[in-house]
């Protein structure tokens, strides 16, 4: 048969390679090329601009027809590899991110040469996905009764317990009649430092940004209780009802953490639903210099974690826990009961499409199971100690140089701060926005910057297992430099 479709030129095509000893010796070289990647990765900038050449690459038009793989992996090797945006590197601490590990980035390359999909089903990646759920749980002190699912990071994972929250507490069914159908409008709460994910969440459940009624907080930036409790009851006395209060443990401007038990107590007293955005915090549960802070996470009804944050996982992984699991199914699950299970055979697993929005689902747990087994969770909790450590090291340093002034003291392991040799207005911004800039282009560190208190500051988010102090050090020197320097080129505006 064969020989006939060949003598026809019909062979019939595949995405193998037509020779595997080659493919098997390119490999070897790109794992080569790997590990010499994460070994040297402190010696190269945190991250540069690309230049002309580099981005015409991703202007080309779509190819139709065939390179040589060890071609198209050259292309990758002097493009994408070499002009990352630098969060594996020791000095990055913008914004909020994991630095990878090297076990998660095999566990995701063997995910996808097993290439299951975690739709659900009965085969060893389903089983294994539930397990990293559990596992989240028992980092948390979360009861093993409760649901939950790996999502693609914390917005996701936010939203599959928001969601949970307004149909618990719609009082009608909202997935048979929809929102407009639910008699008094939800209101649901959180501090002014909420993170935008709970904007973009409010606006997909239909519920629209107003419902989020957003508490003041007080000089820490925690929510303000009292103002909470006042909140709620207005919003009853004008026809609404309160459903939910979202705590965040550990906001992106500051890592301030709210009073857990506090909001647990209340939305108890309240009869509202207690979510935890815990996407930056919840992980301090498994720190034991730390724990104390998450304290009452564990009464939540729902939480969102990142383990792309804190875990190192390489992206995209985050995971949604909530208390109530038949809650938790009853809000995305579309499996008739009936087909449930087969007694036996492939789809005799539990459907994992039925805890989220996702029919197909990737293999996001192998990259957690192989680091959280390769170093244990509790060296994952001795590295978050270390990151908070390593922040209240940098606050010191930045108090002791008269030319650089702290917002505040660090809760965890975000700091804030400016370099301010006594200027006012607007010149602040202008003079701490080149420092950060030019500490970029340098390749010399990855800055951010916010508003606290209504001022502008440069912010250091460590979460980071490469950085050293000798980083924090260099830091400062370097921000000190550039200061002196910036304004001694502009002396008329600073
Ligand atoms: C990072 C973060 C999120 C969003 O998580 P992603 O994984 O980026 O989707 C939500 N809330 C807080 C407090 C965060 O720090």
Known sequence: ?????????????????????????????????????LRD?????????????????????????????????????????????????????SWYMGSSNFAGALGDFLAAIQGSNLGGGNHAAGLMDSQVVNWCKQMLGFPASAGGTLVSGGSMANIIGLTVARNVKAGIDVREHGVAAIEKPLRFYGSDQIHSCH???????????????????????????????????????????????????????????????????????????????????????????????????????????????WLHAPFEVGCALVRDAVAHRKTFAVTPEYLESTPRGLASGEWLHDYGLQTSRGFRALKVWMALKEHGADKFGRLIDQNIAQADYLAGLIEAEPELELAALPTINIVCFRYQPGLAGEAPKALNTEIMLRLQEEGIAALSDTTVHGQHWLRVAITNHRTRREDLDLLVRQV???????????PASF
């Not at 060949?6 to 019939?12: A, D, I, R, S, V």
């Not at 010696?43 to 390179?67: G, K, N, Q, Y």
């Open 41 to 93: 990765v402190r010696d190269r900038p945190v991250w540069r601009e690309m230049p002309a050449d580099v981005r015409d690459v991703f202007t080309a038009p779509l190819p139709r027809s065939p390179s040589p793989l060890a071609a198209v992996y050259d292309e990758v090797s002097r493009t994408v590899m070499s002009y990352p945006m630098g969060n594996i590197h020791p000095r990055f601490w």
């Open 1 to 37: 048969m064969d020989m006939v479709l060949e003598t026809l030129g019909m062979t019939e095509e595949t995405l193998d390679p037509q020779d595997w000893a080659d493919v098997q010796a390119l490999s070897h070289r790109v794992i080569d090329d790997a590990v010499d990647y």
């Open 199 to 309: 904007r973009k969440a409010m606006e997909a459940l239909g519920l629209g940004n107003r419902a989020l009624h957003r508490i003041p907080t007080d000089a820490g930036l925690r929510m303000d209780i009292a103002a909470l409790r006042a909140a709620i009851a207005e919003d009853r006395a004008a026809g609404f009802k309160p459903a939910c209060v979202i705590g965040t443990a550990g906001t992106v401007n500051t890592g301030a953490i709210d009073d857990l038990r506090a909001l647990a107590k209340l939305a108890h007293e309240e009869d509202l639903w207690f979510h935890v955005d815990g996407c930056i915090g919840a992980l301090i549960a498994i720190a034991p210099e730390n724990a104390h802070r998450v304290a009452g996470i564990e009464w939540a009804d729902s939480v969102a974690l990142d383990p792309h944050k």
């Open 480 to 490: 000190t430099r550039l200061g002196r320097q910036i304004a001694a080129e502009h």
